[in-house]
Each structure stands twice: as C-alpha cells, then as structure tokens.
Nanobody, 121 residues
Framework: VQLQASGGGLVQSGGSLRLSCTAS????????IGWFRQAPGKEREFVAAMRWSRNSTKYADSVKGRFTISKNNAENTAYLQLYSVKPEDTAVYYC???????????????WGQGTQVTVSS
C-alpha cells in the first residue's frame, strides 16, 4: 500500500509543471487524494484535494485558478498541474490519501515520499 509522487523539478517563474501520484495496493475509488506542500521553515500546507470517485475538488486560495487536480482512473494516478508558478510555490509537494474529502493533513493516513518543486525568479 503506497503512494508514489513524481514530476518535480526546476521551473522558471510563470512556467508549468505536472506532478503525478500513483496509488498501489488499495482501491483508490474509496478515498480522497490530497496534495500538500512544505517549504523550508514552514508548516505543511494544503494545496488541493479530489474525491477519487467523483469530480469534487477543492483548492487553497493561494493556488486557485493556477493549479488543477485531476485523475486517470485506468492508471490509478492523480495529477497536480501547476500553471503560472511563482517563487513562493517552491516547496516539497506531497500527495496523500484520506477517507475524508478534507484539507486537514491530520485526516490523511497514507503519504507519498514528496517531490521537490523549485521555481526560479
């Protein structure tokens, strides 16, 4: 049972990047997938969430209109598409699974290993 996050890297301000989160070992249809991020010296913060079996999504205000969460059921993979990135988006990005459709990190029981996103100005 695991989540595997990938797709991070170095991107210029204003650019785009797509992060992937592949689930294995459990039926993701019964869960919500969330994306969180943690910058150096800061607490982990909510970015976006999606209920896997429905097209319900929610976003942090700081990324609304710039980031898009989506899924590919056939590949059991969730995505976070980053558009118009800013230097303040620099962080380690984590995907996580929860039985609740929530922005609260404490409600997530399974976490991926994190992928670094660095935005240069």
């Amino acid at each position: 049972v695991q989540l595997q996050a990938s797709g991070g890297g170095l991107v210029q301000s204003g650019g785009s990047l797509r992060l992937s989160c592949t689930a294995s070992g459990f039926d993701s249809d019964n869960y919500a997938i969330g994306w969180f991020r943690q910058a150096p010296g800061k607490e982990r913060e909510f970015v976006a969430a999606m209920r896997w079996s429905r097209n319900s999504t929610k976003y942090a205000d700081s990324v609304k209109g710039r980031f898009t969460i989506s899924k590919n059921n056939a590949e059991n993979t969730a995505y976070l598409q980053l558009y118009s990135v800013k230097p303040e988006d620099t962080a380690v990005y984590y995907c996580a699974a929860s039985t609740q459709f929530t922005s609260e990190p404490r409600e997530y029981f399974l976490w991926g290993q994190g992928t670094q996103v660095t935005v240069s100005s």
